[in-house]
């Protein structure tokens, strides 16, 4: 039956009603003539037609609801019922649906960011097909490590998967030739970058196979963002020359608006693309141990499927072990993982996005517990109107339905002001969401949504009408309209029924704070953590001073230029009124600015002197090339021996400074101090001397720890990179004019960027966290109070119900203590009931949450214990106040009642 | 609620359905028909014939309209649609198979 003919047909309800009441008339009419025909007078031949029909009102409404437009015309009526029920009641309905619309907001709110980042396939043409490829040296526990051109083509030809691969490099690029020097993230990749992953171009065209060149071609191809911001969406931009670290490039085509490089950038989006063969000038020749390459993206032939595809690469790697012995030391065993794209880009997040889903939906379903507790109190008031239905020929499935319409009604209600709630405000929340989440721009409200958000509606809808529909269905007849009048006591099956809703009730709260609380005792260890450093008082900015692919275009080339302009510009800092310290480094703590750790660490292979060639393999430390007051600046603290001075400059001994990690990873029963590295395998290098050891320093965020760290002085090893840290009291955002002044008075063509204070970035590091604990510490208590709420609601009736009863004893000579325990007993028992249940599903699944802890154990004592004694002790204070009432029961009054 | 199980209401429909095939009739009509034919056996109840009437209606096995009944009573007539026809042959297939499939059952037992 098409939409249409059904609305047609609610238009017909009048005549169907006629129809069928004359159709069944006729009927009784013709059996009555028939039975006077057959010789019984007529009454009797009435009496036996109509004796036939049985009840021949249920007979009407069956056969109408038998069309269509009588269904309709039942679910019109409940509804209109229904509405009046909720209208009569107006403080219980809008309760109802103002924590309805609540719950199933935050439920599409989060669900949208789910939906988005976790469930919707990359916006690439066959994005199953699409990988991730890791290089990886299990034997000396490093993953992710880098790859040459010679096994980049081992992938394309000798593997046999792959329908394209290409190489990614993403990094920081200076962006001239417009208005203001920007500094932005560049993707350097194969001529097939674009084929690979499907693209088509806004305008102009995309670099392709037939522009290999193999070195560079300087060919870019520029994002939407960029060609508006610095184009103004110039329809004439093809063909114009862009500047990238100095470098001339041709631009040649606009990427789509919603283009998105699938992968980690230092900050933003990628902006501009360039294509590169890997294997000619700026690149050193392609020899299998030159390992230059950081990361690649795969696309799978059709019909190959992942695991088959992981089978033939791990015995690829096996056979390429066993060609080239000298390139892979027996002890690495090198070998090659892929991955699904999509997991590469959201697996990090999946942890805390699901915990959260998990999160609103336990307070949806609390909420709805809620909902239920007083739907039944409703009902039970209701016994009598429902018990007279019953008894005028109601069947029971008609008022479970009845039942069930108006809760259906209160559900879509409270959902759909949730949704509207929740489209409404989705920007305004996104605005909360930790920024480094990947894929934030392709949240939005979409039918999926809509339909988890309907899902969940009907959900909460059935969960709070179900039980008292069937509640109220089960009422015996002679019961309710023999005691219906006068509350009697505590009937025992709508207890139970009540008992149960608050038992999960407690259990769900109870499940939330052990997860909030977790994820809380997280956020305040990661920030107790001692950073190794004083964050207060020090602004930092960064630069870059970009690598061309023309040395000669390069005006910083070599040590004595770098330090010369590292000199000027510590100089220049300095000279900044409120200044009192200046520095220098390639890497800020925290965040690790250095762009060649995108994504991870850039960590360098390095000899140690007096240690056998053959173990350099597995010897590994994070660079970081720093000026002579730097560890002042942080307020590190030097261990032994002595930080760098300005005499520490090119042509004296090389020096260097270790942290304590890297002290007890590779001096574990030696004095460091004094001992030599050299970085790379390169033995023309010199030897570098350790001449200072300092406690560590947090470089890659508060969570992780133990990685090892070497400090060189940057006027003995210059860096491209370079971030100033400042000690001052003035905020950054007035020292940002004069540090981008200072520094463009020395070169206009440098950009300055991420100007902000060390408190700042500390605090960003922790944004992601903080959102989540905040975010499920918030649902926790809201939960504690909808559960205390709850238990005080259920003991206030039951001691209402049981006031009589509560008379008697008390009359009998039961002490006022008795009449405290009794009630409070029940609440204790309910409460111990909920939080044991709670405990154990907490207990068998906090390891999930594992990846999204530090310095706690899932399994933590404290929360373990804290957790339900705290909801214990409010569900005490919950009943505390029922009993209390239930003590001051006149006895006289109450059996005067009765 | 009255007892429906599914094959009371197949076989209700299969009873009509063939009732129909002789003709258009009203509900009273088939009561009739199928009692008589039956030798009494077989007594449909108005309860589930009328709602089952409808149902038929519905999913357009038969179509309905007003007419007058032999002794001039108005009285709403029931015909076989195409469809119906279709119904008939495939329940009237079922059931054959139905009770040879008894049939041999209890053939079998003796």
Known sequence: ?898 | MKPKSDVLQGTLALLVLKTLERGAMHGYGITLHIQRVSSEVLRVEEGSLYPALHRMEQDGWISAAWGVSENNRRARYYQLTAKGRKQLAEEEKNWARLTAAVGSVLQFAQ
């Open chain 1, 1 to 898: 039956m098409s939409l249409l003919s059904r609305l047609a047909g609610l238009l017909k309800i009048r005549r169907l009603e006629r129809d069928v009441e004359e159709e069944l008339r006729a009927h009784l009419e013709m059996r009555a003539q028939d039975n006077v025909a057959a010789g019984m007078s007529p009454q009797e031949a009435r009496y036996d037609a109509q004796r036939r029909f049985g009840n021949s009102t249920l007979l009407k409404e069956d056969t109408r609801a038998m069309d269509i437009v009588g269904w309709i015309e039942t679910t019109g009526q409940d509804l209109r019922y229904a509405a009046r029920m909720l209208r009569r009641s107006p403080g219980f309905t809008i309760v109802a649906i103002l924590t309805l619309a609540l719950g199933v907001g935050a439920n599409t709110a989060i669900f949208s960011i789910v939906n988005a980042v976790l469930l919707h396939s990359l916006p690439y043409p066959d994005p199953d097909r699409l990988v991730r490829i890791f290089f990886n040296e299990p034997g000396v526990g490093l993953r992710d490590v880098r790859f040459s051109k010679p096994e980049l083509d081992d992938l394309l030809t000798r593997a046999g998967v792959f329908e394209d691969v290409s190489p990614i490099y993403e990094g920081s690029e200076n962006l001239t030739g417009v208005k203001q020097p920007e500094r932005i993230d560049g993707v350097n990749g194969s001529f097939s970058y674009f084929s690979m992953l499907g693209v088509i171009p806004q305008i102009g065209r995309l670099f392709g196979p037939q522009d290999f060149a193999p070195g560079f071609a300087p060919l870019a191809v520029i994002s939407d963002g960029l060609w508006r911001r610095a184009y103004g969406a110039d329809p004439n931009v093809l063909g114009r020359t862009i500047r990238i670290d100095g470098d001339p490039f041709t631009i040649i085509g606009v990427l789509p608006r919603g283009f998105r490089h699938p992968g980690p950038t230092t900050s933003g989006d990628a902006e501009v693309f360039c294509p590169f063969g890997f294997s000619a000038d700026p690149f050193p020749p392609p020899m299998r141990g030159t390992r230059i390459l950081k990361s690649g993206i795969g696309r799978l032939k059709p019909g190959v499927t992942l695991k088959q595809a992981q089978a033939r690469l791990t015995t690829m790697a096996a056979e390429l072990r066993h060609d080239f012995p000298t390139d892979y030391p027996p002890q690495a065993q090198w070998t090659i993982e892929i991955q699904p794209l999509q997991e590469t880009l959201v697996g990090k997040v999946r942890p805390m996005l699901l915990v959260l889903l998990g999160a609103v939906i336990l307070i949806v379903f609390i909420v709805s517990l809620n909902i239920a507790n007083l739907l039944l109190a409703r009902a039970s008031g209701r016994q009598q109107e429902m018990a007279v239905r019953l008894a005028l020929g109601a069947s029971r499935g008609r008022l479970v339905r009845q039942m069930l319409t108006e809760s259906m009604l209160l559900s879509l209600i409270g959902g759909a002001a949730g949704i509207a709630t929740a489209a409404g405000t989705l920007g305004f929340i996104l605005r909360y969401v930790p920024s480094n989440l990947p894929r934030l721009n392709e949240v939005r409200i979409d039918w999926v949504v809509l339909a988890f958000a309907l899902l969940i509606s009907i959900l909460t809808g059935l969960v709070f009408g179900l039980a008292p529909a069937l509640h109220s269905a089960k009422v015996a007849l002679y019961a309710a309209i023999r005691e219906g009048s006068v509350g009697s006591g505590y009937g025992t099956k709508t207890g139970r029924l009540r008992d149960v809703l608050i038992v999960s009730e407690l259990a769900f709260a109870v499940i939330l704070m052990v997860g909030a609380g977790l994820l809380l005792r997280t956020l305040r260890d990661l920030l107790q953590e001692n950073p190794g450093f004083s964050p207060t008082q020090v602004v930092t900015a960064n630069t870059w001073l970009g690598v061309p692919n023309d040395p000669k275009a390069d005006p910083y080339l070599g040590i004595p230029g770098k330090a010369a302009f590292d000199r000027e510009l510590l100089r220049r800092m300095k000279a900044i009124p409120g200044v009192e310290l200046a520095a220098i480094t390639s890497a800020l703590p925290i965040t690790n600015s250095n762009p060649n750790a995108v994504g991870g660490l850039a960590m360098e292979g390095l000899a140690i002197q007096d240690r056998p060639v053959e173990s350099s393999q597995d010897l590994r430390a994070e660079r970081i090339r720093i000026s002579p007051d730097y560890f002042k600046v942080l307020q590190a603290t030097l261990l032994r021996g002595r930080s760098f001075t300005e005499g520490d400059e090119n042509g004296k001994q090389p020096v260097a400074i270790i942290d304590e990690s890297t002290a007890r990873k590779y001096w574990p029963d030696r004095e460091p101090l004094g001992r030599q590295v050299r970085f790379g395998k390169d033995p023309t290098q010199p030897w570098i001397t350790i001449v200072g050891i300092i406690k560590d320093i947090k470089n890659e965020g508060l969570d992780i720890d133990g990685v090892p760290h070497i400090f060189v002085s940057v006027y003995q090893d210059p860096s491209k990179q370079v971030s100033v840290a400042l000690r001052t009291s003035l905020p950054a955002n007035l020292l940002e004019p004069q540090i981008r002044h200072e520094i463009q008075s020395i070169d206009p063509g440098l950009p300055v960027f991420n100007v902000v204070s060390m408190n700042d970035i500390l605090d960003r590091s922790l944004a992601s966290r903080r959102f989540s604990a905040d975010l499920v510490g918030a649902f926790a208590g809201l939960a504690v109070l909808l559960a205390s709420i709850g238990i005080y609601g259920l003991l206030a009736y039951m001691v209402g119900q049981r006031s009589r009863e509560i008379g008697l004893r008390l009359a009998l000579g039961a002490q006022r203590a008795d009449v405290l325990r009794l009630v409070m007993g029940r609440g204790v028992v309910l409460a111990g009931l909920g939080i044991a249940a709670g405990m154990i599903f907490s207990a068998s699944t906090a390891s999930t949450m594992a990846s999204l802890l530090y310095g706690v154990r899932p399994h933590d004592p404290a929360v373990f214990l804290v957790a339900p004694l705290l909801l214990l002790i409010v569900a005490l204070l919950a009943s505390y106040i029922p009993a209390w009432r239930a003590t001051k029961v006149d006895p006289i009054a109450a059996l005067r009642e009765a």
